[in-house]
């Protein structure tokens, strides 16, 4: 069963939990308990497939799910057709301490699509379940990557639309494209002249307006989301953690029972909630590295038990993760505070008036215990791409090299030389005017549109362009519509009919 982090819903199933997205009242659902992974079912997994071991993580969480509609789920998200490498998530060699797991190979070059394959088939069961009989329609807030793999996985699905809100001039050029040629009878792309804080809190405040809602019921339809605030979007993140773990073992890189540390460049904090839920559920995990941009917000929490949005939002040239309001530390918190709903709500209640809260001693004490943080300024990033590229051979995009130099300053300070495994969120042919610059200099990219770059990358790097990139220029751009930060509801509004 799902509780509400703020202690202010009845508890629901995994499917309702799924189809409702968010908690009414305010609050996340998370799990009342976190599924354990004995020893031996952790051993007994080596040499399985993802797919099988998605199988076996999603069957602990989403009880009420059939074995046939999960496996229903699970084959249709993750196959070749998908993904364009058998091992869905495959791990590649750094050095003796660094792996890299590389979580792009989806439909959009993004390791949103790890979730975002799966969700809509998740969201179409849950939806049979729970005999709704509306539309539902999804609202996506994104900063880059979720837009355009929510929009992949949910096009055509029947009874369902989708509208994605991003921030105008905030994303690149490729991200751009990506979301504003998709196709489909039922999906729409807003750009929103805003930053990302901006399309994800009124998408919020669109869940929280009871009588909006009731308006929309109706007129036949129910909301959802597709963000990371979606539980049916969280869930299978896990499964990555428990699979690398596995690759490791299998390639007799660690031995049973090991411990690793994950590095996670982050800004909405999911990706590295997955790897919390993974080690709760008995993953041998020494460290998680939270990595942050110059958007240090989750940085500075860490470190001073402060968390205050009360600062300039800066664009970087990691756009998926300049984010000031990080959703699912929201649920982390919870989790850190043995399930405290009170102390939940007054920290967003002060979030939300205030633009800050503090936490108190003991709760940081448990976060300290498996958690460290660190940030990569903007030329550091750039470095980073250019000397891995150099001493390795190994092309990493812009968050991926944030995580890169957030794991060598940790080193550097703590000599901890446990083996570690760092999240690869986006392959370097997304943000390739950066990466070609850390790589060759400005004066290479300059005067150059997007795609002679990505040809350009694709000479200097012998990788081939993703799938998800190619001829991108080439096709119709199908949405165009802009909106103010404060007419998003409006647009809801027009789009539906209502």
């Known amino acids: 069963m799902y509780i509400s982090t703020r202690d202010n819903y009845d508890k629901v199933s995994a499917s309702m939990a799924i189809k409702m997205g968010m908690v009414p009242t305010g609050g996340l659902f998370v799990p009342e308990k976190t599924p354990a992974l004995s020893w031996q079912e952790l051993i007994a997994m080596q040499g399985a497939s993802y797919q099988e071991v998605a199988e076996r993580i999603l069957s602990l969480y989403l009880e009420d799910f059939t074995r046939e509609e999960i496996e229903d789920s699970v084959s249709k998200a993750y196959n070749t057709v998908q993904f364009n490498h058998k091992d869905i998530a495959p791990l590649h060699k750094i050095n003796d301490h660094c792996f890299i797991l590389e979580l792009w190979h989806g439909p959009t070059a993004a390791f949103k699509d790890m979730a975002l394959q799966v969700m809509p088939h998740l969201l179409f069961h849950a939806l049979k379940k729970t005999k709704s009989e509306k539309e539902t329609v999804i609202l996506v807030a994104t900063s880059g990557d979720t837009g355009k793999a929510a929009l992949e996985g949910f096009k055509n699905v029947p009874g369902i639309k989708i509208i994605v809100f991003f921030p105008y001039q905030g994303v690149s050029k490729v991200q751009e494209l990506q979301m504003t040629t998709t196709d489909g009878d039922n999906t ?10 901006d399309c994800q809190s009124a998408v919020k405040e669109i869940f929280g307006d009871t009588s909006f809602k009731e308006e929309l019921d109706r007129k036949g339809y129910e909301l959802s989301s597709a963000n990371s605030i979606n539980w049916g979007r969280l869930a299978p993140q896990i499964i990555y953690y428990v699979y690398s773990y596995l690759q490791l073992l299998e390639q007799k890189e660690i031995t049973a029972g090991e411990k690793i540390n994950f590095v996670v460049p982050t800004g909405n904090f999911g990706n590295i909630l997955a790897g919390w839920y993974a080690w709760k559920m008995g993953l041998p995990v020494h460290k998680l590295i939270c990595a942050s941009n110059e958007n240090k917000v989750l940085t500075d929490f860490f470190n001073t038990g402060v968390y205050d949005r009360n600062r300039q939002f800066l664009q970087t040239r990691s756009p998926s993760m300049d984010i000031l309001i990080s959703s699912n530390l929201e649920r982390f918190l919870f989790e850190m505070t043995n399930h405290d709903g009170g102390k939940i709500s007054g920290w967003m209640k002060d979030l939300n ?7 108190d001693k ?3 004490t448990a976060i300290n215990n498996i958690l460290v943080a660190g940030y990569a300024t903007e030329a550091e990033t750039l470095e980073t791409i250019k000397t891995v590229f150099e001493k390795t051979g190994y092309t990493l995009d812009t968050h991926t090299a944030v995580g890169m130099k957030v794991y060598e300053k940790y080193v550097a300070l703590s000599k901890d030389r446990t083996l570690t495994v760092l999240d690869a969120t986006a392959s370097p042919f997304k943000f390739n ?20 770059i990505l040809h350009e990358l694709e000479r200097t790097t012998g990788q081939p362009i993703h799938l998800a990139l190619q001829d991108l220029d080439k096709r119709a751009v199908l949405h165009d519509r802009i ?11 027009e789009i539906l009919g209502v």
Do not use: H, W
């Not at 008036?353 to 936490?359: E, N, P, S, T």
């Not at 909106?483 to 509004?493: A, D, Q």
């Open 188 to 197: 729409y792309v807003v750009a929103v002249k805003g930053n990302f804080d």
């Open 353 to 359: 008036a205030k633009g800050l809260f503090d936490v």
């Open 362 to 364: 003991e709760t940081m």
């Open 433 to 452: 005017a950066s990466v070609l610059e850390a790589i060759k200099g400005p004066a290479v990219v300059r005067e150059k549109d997007e795609f002679q």
């Open 483 to 493: 909106c103010e930060k404060t007419g998003i509801k409006r647009e809801v509004e």
